[in-house]
């Protein structure tokens, strides 16, 4: 079992539509961050978390600690917000992080 | 303020070959952290570099090795290389193990024939 899950695998949307993408994880982390990476690979930092909720534009994340669990939006969403979506745990012990595999969304026009 | 450097962009290697990649942190960064992310997969573990040693390694063979130096860039090395190391491989820097956040590169993509 992967120490971090996230839901769904892909995920087709239209434009305007909300968005959500979920991850549970189950080691201890000093930090949760979401990641974009776009189809060249680069990755680009979005949020990271240790509690409660940030909002930045249309993207909002969430970290619930005691149940070990994270929610990215994606609000009026746009065709531009295609990528792939990377749940990533900061390990409170080992300092690395732990990857869930990724969410690919596309937003059609 | 420059972030991230990895060279080069895109390699392609022999089996059995060996192969350096590099990477320069993002400017007030000391930490150095290498990741393998094979196609379709969330990005691996390798090991992480601060103050010149190895700090923390994943679940990979010695044929990984890796060195920082002095001024905290870092070389990932990939000795007798396998087809089944073709990946994106994603260096990351941050300050103090990255207490305060990461900054990604935008990868080395490897291919192995």
């Known amino acids: 079992k992967n120490e971090v899950e996230q839901s769904p695998q892909n995920l087709t949307a239209q434009e305007g539509e909300f968005i959500t993408i979920n991850c549970s994880y189950s080691?201890?982390?000093?930090?949760l961050h979401w990641l974009q990476q776009h189809p060249g690979g680069g990755i680009v930092s979005l949020f990271m978390l240790s509690s409660g909720k940030k909002k930045h534009g249309r993207l909002i994340a969430t970290i619930n600690i005691q149940e070990k669990h994270s929610s990215l939006h994606i609000t009026a969403s746009h065709p531009r917000d295609s990528a792939v979506y990377i749940c990533?745990?900061?390990?409170?012990?080992?300092?690395?992080?732990?990857f869930g595999t990724g969410t690919s969304l596309t937003v059609i026009p | 303020d420059a972030g991230v450097t990895q060279s080069p962009t895109h390699l392609i290697k022999t089996r059995g070959q060996q192969v350096t990649l590099r990477c320069s942190p993002k400017s007030g960064h000391d930490t150095v952290s290498w990741y393998q992310q094979a196609l379709g997969q969330g990005p691996q573990f390798i090991f992480q570099y601060y103050e010149e040693e190895e700090r923390q390694r994943g679940n990979f063979p010695d044929r990984f090795s890796g060195h920082q130096f002095p001024n905290y860039s870092s070389e990932l090395n990939v000795n007798a290389l396998l087809l089944g190391d073709s990946a994106l491989y994603l260096c990351a820097s941050s300050f103090l193990w990255g207490l305060s956040g990461y900054t990604f590169g935008s990868g080395t993509r490897l291919t192995v024939v």
């Open positions: 080691v201890g982390i000093s930090a």
């Open positions: 990533a745990a900061f390990s409170n012990t080992g300092n690395q992080f732990y």
